[in-house]
């Protein structure tokens, strides 16, 4: 059971679409507007493809039930264009996107990315000959086999 959600006469309803709703905060607005057309919260959340308690969210202004505030923007903003409002006052009310700031690394550039390494791990302490000789030993080992393959091809 799909409800299809048709805002056709949404101009007449809100005085030629230009008009600004008069509400305090965001979430009003948009309850507002959907009430006014007489949509449903379930009709709506179909229409966008969205769970419906996260316009319910949206419409309480509670915003820290959403994901963040990019999703809480792009969201009020499909809202707008599905009920044919004007967005500028709704996105004034939401909270504006701040971008995550970096930590600041006072080595700048050159820092190594890691403290320890392979090479550094080892001890100069070990035989050195010792683990060449295994080096070795694999080599002549690996170049035998492979000497062998091509001999019983």
């Not at 996105?91 to 403290?115: D, Q, V, Y």
């Not at 035989?127 to 170049?143: N, P």
């Amino acid at each position: 059971m799909t409800e299809v959600v048709d805002v056709s006469n949404a101009e007449q309803q809100v005085g030629g679409g230009t008009g600004t709703l008069p509400s305090s905060s965001a979430g009003q607005m948009l309850r507002q507007a959907r009430e006014q057309r007489q949509v449903s919260l379930q009709s709506l959340a179909g229409a966008l493809k969205v769970p419906a308690h996260k316009l319910q969210a949206l419409e309480e202004d509670r915003w820290d039930l959403l994901t963040d505030s990019v999703f809480t923007r792009s969201l009020a903003l499909s809202v707008c264009r599905v009920l044919q409002i004007p967005s500028a006052p709704v996105m004034a009310g939401l909270p504006k996107h701040e971008a995550a700031k970096l930590a600041s690394n006072p080595e700048g550039i050159n820092t190594p990315f890691k403290e320890k390494t392979l090479r550094s791990l080892m001890s100069p302490t070990q035989d050195s000959g010792s683990g060449s000789a295994v080096k070795l030993g694999v080599a002549v080992l690996i170049a035998a086999i492979g000497g062998a393959g091509l001999y019983f091809l």
